[in-house]
């Protein structure tokens, strides 16, 4: 149910590529680069970004080391994406560091992947140990999406907290979602961590969908995965169908038939203080 690698591979495509490649080239320039650079990316996903994205912008580097916490996307990243200078990892960035790891990097980047960690306190603070001082990092982080508003909606839903505890999901929303100035918050929240935002944007960007079992598969594919831990599989299935409903109430059908849903992305990059 929840898919695999290469089918979140195929659904995100490449629509948003060019946006993330425009904020590389807004941010990564005004960063300092060495041929001994080592970057690590977290939550890499299948690893198309990574490779096809993120190496090709950094200027210099000695190797990106790319994280996620699903061990089959590593695997098909490793796989599918290989390169010399990129070493796949599985690995939980809110478990206990490594002392080898503390102090490593000298650039910390992620994309898309935040707003499936809802501890911050622990997110940034793990950041920070990982960060060489003076070390910089760059974040595309989706700060309001329709996701949110769905697990809201689900929390109040009588046949989905049969199974699963209202304050269960609400505690899978990032803070962003319960920030009124988004941009301002965010640099006071990090500043907590000796991390130094120097440019912040936020924007509004549209996804569409050709019909609405490409949106469900791709909703789907995105939801937090602990939602449906420890469920049964006719129990999971179930309660997906009770959502679908809740699903499209967060979209729009155009009139093409399309669905369309609109959602907001912070780019934000900064160093660590020295």
Same mark, same amino acid.
């Given at each position: 149910?929840?898919?695999?690698?290469?089918?979140?591979?195929?659904?995100?495509?490449?629509?948003?590529?060019?946006?993330?490649?425009?904020? *590389?080239?807004?941010?990564?320039?005004?960063?300092?680069?060495?041929?001994?650079?080592?970057?690590?990316? /977290?939550?890499?996903?299948?690893?198309?970004? +990574?490779?096809?994205?993120?190496?090709?912008?950094?200027?210099?580097?000695?190797?990106?080391?790319?994280?996620?916490?699903?061990?089959?996307?590593?695997?098909?990243?490793?796989? +599918?994406?290989?390169?010399?200078?990129?070493?796949?990892?599985?690995?939980?960035?809110?478990?206990?560091?490594?002392?080898?790891?503390?102090?490593?990097?000298?650039?910390?980047?992620?994309?898309?992947?935040?707003?499936?960690?809802?501890?911050?306190?622990? *997110?940034?603070?793990?950041?920070?140990?990982?960060?060489?001082?003076?070390?910089?990092?760059?974040?595309?982080? /989706?700060?309001?999406?329709?996701?949110?508003?769905?697990?809201?909606?689900?929390?109040?839903?009588?046949?989905?907290?049969?199974?699963?505890?209202?304050?269960? *999901?609400?505690?899978?929303?990032?803070?962003?979602?319960?920030?009124?100035?988004?941009?301002?918050?965010?640099?006071? #929240?990090?500043?907590?961590?000796?991390?130094?935002?120097?440019?912040?944007?936020?924007?509004? *960007?549209?996804?569409?969908?050709?019909?609405?079992?490409?949106?469900?598969?791709?909703?789907?594919?995105? #939801?937090?995965?602990?939602?449906?831990?420890?469920?049964?599989?006719?129990?999971?299935?179930?309660?997906?169908?009770?959502?679908?409903?809740?699903?499209?109430?967060?979209?729009?059908?155009?009139?093409?038939?399309?669905?369309?849903?609109?959602?907001?992305?912070?780019?934000?990059?900064?160093?660590?203080? +020295?």
């Amino acid at each position: 149910m929840e898919g695999t690698a290469k089918d979140y591979d195929t659904l995100c495509g490449i629509k948003h590529y060019p946006y993330t490649q425009s904020a *590389l080239d807004s941010h990564f320039p005004s960063m300092e680069w060495s041929d001994e650079d080592v970057i690590l990316d /977290i939550g890499c996903g299948p690893g198309r970004i +990574t490779k096809n994205i993120l190496l090709p912008k950094c200027p210099k580097l000695k190797k990106i080391v790319a994280i996620d916490i699903d061990p089959n996307y590593i695997e098909y990243a490793g796989k +599918t994406y290989f390169h010399e200078k990129i070493e796949y990892k599985t690995q939980n960035i809110l478990e206990k560091l490594d002392p080898e790891e503390v102090g490593k990097y000298d650039k910390v980047v992620s994309f898309h992947a935040f707003h499936l960690i809802p501890d911050y306190e622990k *997110l940034f603070s793990v950041i920070s140990s990982l960060l060489k001082p003076g070390g910089h990092f760059f974040f595309i982080i /989706i700060s309001n999406f329709r996701i949110f508003s769905i697990i809201r909606d689900l929390s109040t839903d009588k046949e989905w907290t049969k199974h699963i505890k209202a304050e269960d *999901l609400l505690a899978l929303l990032p803070p962003t979602v319960f920030w009124e100035d988004v941009e301002t918050e965010f640099k006071n #929240f990090v500043s907590k961590f000796d991390l130094r935002v120097t440019n912040i944007k936020c924007h509004t *960007l549209k996804s569409s969908y050709p019909n609405k079992k490409h949106c469900l598969d791709m909703t789907l594919a995105l #939801f937090p995965r602990t939602i449906f831990e420890n469920l049964e599989p006719e129990v999971k299935d179930y309660l997906w169908k009770q959502a679908q409903p809740t699903v499209f109430k967060h979209s729009t059908q155009e009139e093409n038939g399309e669905i369309s849903v609109s959602f907001e992305v912070l780019q934000v990059s900064g160093k660590k203080e +020295t």
